[in-house]
């Protein structure tokens, strides 16, 4: 099975900041990996696909970034609506997995 | 608009059964492959099953492997979890996703609002 270990599992940070959460796997997976959204009491959102494309719909402040084992989701500029938990996942081959999460909390 | 409406979850004994539903709308069913994904309180994503677009290809994690079985009706936009033999440790929101291929593999696109399954005595 395909570990994520993502990094760090929360950080405080302030409207503004350039956020960057990381993502590494256990084997090496192409570009295969995804990246979710989600606030409290609601789905997750997708956000990034294929590791750097932007779903349709989401702020160019988010991108991805990696190939192979090491992934990052950065954040440009920290607004308020963007406070809750972020997840990567592979979706290499099965079973999926995801990471931890990561719960950006307001400084 | 993709619309994904689970229902069929609730609360009930350890070693019992119950069957999850999801209806969809918005895009062509038959199409796409669909999965459930679980959210135990206060935890992390969990993938538990995938169902290929035409219900031939299933695909399980090991936690639910043998107690759990993913089906879906074409003809009724409709996706099921039959969960069997359940335990505690199944508690948990169950999410019904839908896949978008992207260079022959499929990521959650889509997610529904997801139905909570409590298993506790």
């Known amino acids: 099975d395909i570990q994520m270990t993502q990094s760090p599992s929360s950080l405080s940070a302030s409207v503004g900041d350039r956020v960057t959460i990381t993502c590494r796997a256990s084997?090496?997976?192409?570009?295969?990996v995804a990246w979710f959204q989600q606030k409290p009491g609601k789905a997750p959102k997708s956000l990034i696909y294929?590791?750097?494309s932007l779903q349709s719909g989401v702020p160019t402040k988010f991108s991805g970034s990696g190939s192979g084992t090491d992934f990052t989701l950065t954040i440009s500029s920290l607004q308020p609506e963007d406070f809750a938990t972020y997840y990567c996942?592979?979706?290499?081959?099965?079973?999926?997995?995801f990471g931890g999460g990561t719960k950006v909390e307001i400084k | 608009e993709v619309q994904l409406l689970e229902s069929g979850g609730g609360l009930l004994q350890p070693g019992g059964s119950l069957r999850l539903s999801c209806r969809a709308s918005?895009?062509?069913?038959?199409?796409?492959?669909m999965s459930w994904v679980r959210q135990a309180p206060g935890k992390g994503l969990e993938w538990a099953s995938t169902i290929g677009n035409s219900g031939v290809d299933t695909y399980y994690a090991d936690s639910v492997k043998g107690r759990f079985t993913i089906s879906r009706d074409n003809s009724k936009n409709t996706l099921f979890l039959q969960m069997n033999s359940l335990r505690a440790e199944d508690t948990a929101l169950y999410y019904c996703?839908?896949?978008?291929?992207?260079?022959?593999?499929?990521?959650?696109?889509?997610w529904g609002q997801g139905t909570l399954v409590s298993v506790s005595s």
């Open positions: 996703a839908r896949s978008t291929l992207v260079s022959g593999r499929g990521y959650f696109h889509h």
């Open positions: 084997q090496g997976i192409s570009n295969y």
């Open positions: 918005g895009f062509t069913f038959s199409d796409y492959a």
């Open positions: 996942q592979q979706y290499e081959s099965y079973p999926l997995t």
């Open positions: 294929a590791a750097s």
